[in-house]
Structures are given as C-alpha cells and as structure tokens.
C-alpha cells in the first residue's frame, strides 16, 4: 500500500522521503521489523522507541514514524513527523488493513472484573446464534473455532487491526474484544469503529500503572466518551461508577441491573453449586454459571444480544446452555471424599470477595472453606494486604502463596500479603512459597466435602519467575490430588 493511503487522515509532516513509498508491513517493534516496513516509534512506560529507529532502519523499515525527528536522517529512508504517535497508531493501522472494524460489528467490555467471561460468552452465543464470530480475551483469540494465542488482555493496535482484517476475510460479521484500562489509556483502540460498549463494575486494581482511583476510573470513561453516536453505552446501574461512564458519552445509553431500574433487569431467584436460577426481563432462566456476579455478566450479554437485535426467546434459551469460561469458577469434585476444588481467576480483592461470599452463602455449614491464594509481581502492591484480609475474613483456613512473582521476590511479595493478616486469626493462616506445594497442604488438610478454592491464575498454564514462564497449571495440579481422594 502508498504511504500516502497509510498517513490518509493524519496530520503529518513529511521530513524526508516519498509519499509514494509503498509499505509492506507495519511494526512497533525494532526487532520484528521487516523489509519494506513502516515502523511506528513509541514512547513507552518503560523504553523511548526512538532510540530504536536505527536499528529498525538496518532491519529493513524504508519509512519511520514519529515525533522527534533525529539530527542525521538516512539516505532512502522516509521519515514522517507526528504530533503523538501512540495516538495514531490505530489509524494508521486502521488505513493499512483497510478499516476492517468498518465491516464487522465490534462491541468491547471494560471494568475491573468480568470482561473475559462476557466476551467469550458472547462469542459462544452469537456462534450458536449461527454467525461467525471472532474473539479479542485475555485467555485467547479467536476466529470462530480457531485459537490464536496472546499474551495480553487487549493486543496493540496493529494486531487488533490486523486480527479483525483476518476476521473479516473469513467472514464474520461480529467481534466482541475486552478493552482493559492500559489499552484504553495508551490508544490500543485508536481507529475502531465500535459499535457498543459495556461497563461491568469497578473496583480496586492496577493502581500501580494509573496512580490514582479516579485515574483509572476515567480510564474506563474514555472507551465511552470516544464511542460514536451509532453505538450503544451499556452500563451496570448498580455500579456506583456506572451512570458517571455515560456522562460525556454520544452513544445511546442504556443500562442493565438486578437493584436499580434499568433497560434490562434481572432477579436472582436461586443460586447454588449447580447454576443460576434467575428472572431476566420476566422470564425464567436456569443457566449453569454460578455466583451472583455471573447474574450481571449472563444479563450484559442478554442486553448485547438483543440491542444487536437478535431474537430474544432464542437468546434466553442459549444462554441457559452456556458454560462458564476457562478458569472462572472451574468445578472438580474428588470421587472418594467429595472435595470440591474451585479454580478461580479472583485477582482482585473485590473478585476474591464476591467468589467467597458466593461460596459461603451456597455451602453447607459444615463444610470448610480452603482458600489457596497469591498475588502477581511487579503489579499494584497495595491490593496485595488487602486480598490476604478477605480471604482470611470469609474462609476457615487461608495458605498464601505465589502468583506469578515476576520480578520480585516472592518472599517479599508474601510479607506484604501478611500485613493484612490480623493477629488474632495468624492460626488460620500459612504462608508455603511453592503454589503446588501449597495445593498439597491444602488437600492434606481437607476432610471430605470440605471445599478448596484456589484463586488468581485461573486459565493461565504457566508461573513466571524473573522473566521466565514454566508450566503451572492450577487444575491440573488439583486433579492429581485428587485423584485417589
Ligand atoms: C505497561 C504496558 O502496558 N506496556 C505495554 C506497552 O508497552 P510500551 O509501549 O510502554 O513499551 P516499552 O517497553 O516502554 O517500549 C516502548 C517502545 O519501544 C519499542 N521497542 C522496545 C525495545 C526494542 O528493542 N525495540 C523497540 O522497538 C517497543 O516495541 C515499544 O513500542 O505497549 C505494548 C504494545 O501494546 C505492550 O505489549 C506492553 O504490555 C506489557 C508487555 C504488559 O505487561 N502490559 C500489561 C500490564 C497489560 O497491558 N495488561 C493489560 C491487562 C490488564 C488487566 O486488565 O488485567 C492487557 O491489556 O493485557
Ligand atoms: N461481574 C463480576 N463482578 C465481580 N466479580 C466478577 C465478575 N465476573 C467475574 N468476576 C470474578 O473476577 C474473576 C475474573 O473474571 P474475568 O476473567 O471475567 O474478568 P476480567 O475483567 O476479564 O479480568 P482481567 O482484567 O484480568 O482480564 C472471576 O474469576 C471471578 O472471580
Ligand atoms: N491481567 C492481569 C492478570 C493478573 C493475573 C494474576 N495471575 C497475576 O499474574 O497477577 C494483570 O496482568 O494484572
Ligand atoms: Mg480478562
């Protein structure tokens, strides 16, 4: 394609070079970059990609992006001047995959928890609702069945872009993507023609990277004040936050709620380890998720559903049949003894709460809680005392232990997950580095039916420890244990 078609709605400065170059692949990053490619320099939360132009150059990019220009340009290198480069990105993206989002019908959820279980719910619904459908989650992406693996909960905008071009020449007509808060601040979306949003709550988490609560709460905002007046704002009233997301927004606002009036309402009518008996705009509903949480998201995807305008008899009759995404609330229960292992991606201290207490109101009384839990590295450091704290306060015994250390010490990470421990309730409590050590102790110490929650890591099949991922697998682990229990 002509640089010319590439730079198409961006106000740019051409510094050197031809705007008839033709670019033959886009790259952020200096090591991917290819012959004939545009590479695009970011300033990033760690690393100025300017300082990389250079090497990108020697591997073959023929035009750069960018926002400072350098003193010495290099012969037959094109070079084109910006304002902010991460803010054009997703156009230029948009432009070079010839705006793929224009053809499909693209609806993004954000909030602190629940993003991963409406998206891929949506897809597995519209699927059956006989569309092709591709997927943009933390777990995986996709293209009707097929996976394509990530790493990220919402991909950079090249790859967004470049994913939904694939989409659309297989074909499908919908994509449902969660937008995370650093996607959202740092332009991930830039370009999108969305044509609907979802809010799911908002609660404590990544503090680390957006400083402060209302930064991130505004992070959340932004996916909605940037949405166009031909989509939909769709909101959890019950949020605290939910009104404030459609206060600059253009969409059409719409709301979902089990309290608060709302465009679309639902009554939790039972709630047990076998499913959700629910009430959704008058009718009732079994379906197989559990948790009163679950009750919002199967209620965000009715209203999805039926504001794309599908049948809604056929919508409440799929979702009865649909079954909860990898490692949100994974049931096994151990044949002997009847243990029952929950592997949980509670990450937060509101999802960590939510899931206990759901656990807590559906049990037996006499059967104990274990709850086996660790928080990230190099993450927000100031949830980590306060997850200790729930846990501890909603289970019978509580063993700290990894998650995904990272770059820190895990031995540090647990001292600071300690502090949320009170004195008074140290009995309950040990703290075992190992994560598969730590689901031992917890079988050790199970009686029958008692049940063992093993929370944050949900899906994910790896533990990474400075800098490298080796195979962990959360209910793989509990299913050996299980297996003569
Ligand atoms: C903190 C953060 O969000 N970083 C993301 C961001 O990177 P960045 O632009 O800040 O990168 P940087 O490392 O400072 O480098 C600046 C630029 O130099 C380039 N570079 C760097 C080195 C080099 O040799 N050559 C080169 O060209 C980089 O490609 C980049 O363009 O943009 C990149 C491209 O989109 C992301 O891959 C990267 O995600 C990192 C790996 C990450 O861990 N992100 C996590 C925190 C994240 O985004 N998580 C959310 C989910 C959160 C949740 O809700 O749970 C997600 O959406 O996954
Ligand atoms: N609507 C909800 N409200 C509160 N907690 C929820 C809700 N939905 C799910 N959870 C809890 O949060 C955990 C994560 O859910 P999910 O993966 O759907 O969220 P997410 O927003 O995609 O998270 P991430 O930002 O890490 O990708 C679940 O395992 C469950 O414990
Ligand atoms: N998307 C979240 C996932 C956290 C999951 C948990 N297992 C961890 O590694 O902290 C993050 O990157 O903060
Ligand atoms: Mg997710």
């Known amino acids: 394609m002509k640089l010319s078609t590439v730079l198409a709605n961006i106000p740019h400065t051409l510094v050197q070079g031809n705007n008839e170059e033709e670019v033959l692949n886009l790259e952020i990053d200096s090591r991917k970059v290819s012959e004939g490619g545009l590479f695009t320099a970011i300033v990033g939360a760690e690393m100025d990609g300017h300082s990389f132009i250079d090497k990108a150059i020697s591997q073959g990019a023929k035009v750069i992006v960018l926002e400072n220009v350098p003193e010495n340009l290099q012969d037959g290198v094109s070079y084109v001047k910006v304002k902010n480069t991460s803010d054009v990105l997703g156009i230029l993206a948009s432009n ?105 709550n908002i609660s404590h988490d990544h503090l680390d990277y957006h400083g402060t609560f209302k930064d991130y709460i505004n992070a959340k905002k932004k996916l909605f004040d940037d949405l166009p007046k031909h989509a939909f704002a769709l909101i959890n009233q019950d949020d605290r936050r939910g009104e404030y997301m459609l206060q600059n927004t253009k969409a059409s606002k719409k709301s979902f709620a089990l309290k608060a009036m709302a465009t679309f309402k639902a009554k939790l009518i039972e709630n047990s380890f076998e499913g959700l008996h629910l009430e959704i705009n008058n009718q009732e509903v079994w379906c197989r998720l559990i948790g009163d949480f679950n009750a919002y998201n199967l209620l965000a995807i009715y209203g999805v559903a039926v504001l794309l305008e599908e ?175």
């Open 96 to 200: 070079f995959y010839v705006h793929p989002s224009k053809q499909l019908k693209i609806v993004a959820v954000t909030g602190t928890n629940g993003k991963t279980t409406i998206a891929t719910l949506l897809q597995k619904l519209f699927m059956e609702l006989g569309h092709n459908v591709g997927l943009l989650s933390t777990i995986e992406n996709k293209i009707n069945d097929e996976i394509i693996p990530t790493k990220l909960t919402t991909p950079d905008a090249i790859t967004i872009n470049k994913l939904m071009a694939e989409m659309v020449q297989k074909n499908c007509t919908h994509c449902f993507m969660e937008a995370s808060s650093h996607a959202i601040v740092q332009g991930r979306l830039g370009g999108l023609d969305l044509d609907g949003a979802v809010f799911t």
């Open 311 to 485: 049948d809604e008899q056929e919508v409440l009759q799929l979702i009865s049949s649909l079954d909860t995404a990898a490692g949100r609330f994974e049931q096994l229960i151990s044949q002997k003894e009847q243990i029952r292992g929950i592997v949980d991606y509670a990450h937060t201290p509101d999802a960590l709460e939510n899931v206990l207490k759901t656990i807590n109101n559906i049990r037996d009384e006499s059967e104990r809680i274990i709850t086996i839990v660790g928080c990230g590295g190099n993450r927000d450091k100031e949830k980590r005392p306060i997850m200790a704290s729930k846990a501890v306060e909603l289970s019978d015994l509580v063993i700290l232990t990894s998650d995904n250390p990272r770059n820190e010490e895990p031995e540090l990470i647990l001292q600071d997950m300690q502090k949320g421990v009170e004195m008074g309730a140290a009995s309950k409590v040990r703290t075992i580095v190992d994560r598969k050590e730590a689901i031992e102790k917890a079988c050790e110490m199970a009686y029958p039916k008692d049940i063992i929650l093993v929370a944050g890591k949900g899906h994910e099949t790896y533990q990474e420890v400075k800098g490298i991922r080796s195979h962990f697998d959360d209910k793989e682990v509990l299913l050996s244990l299980f297996r003569d229990r």
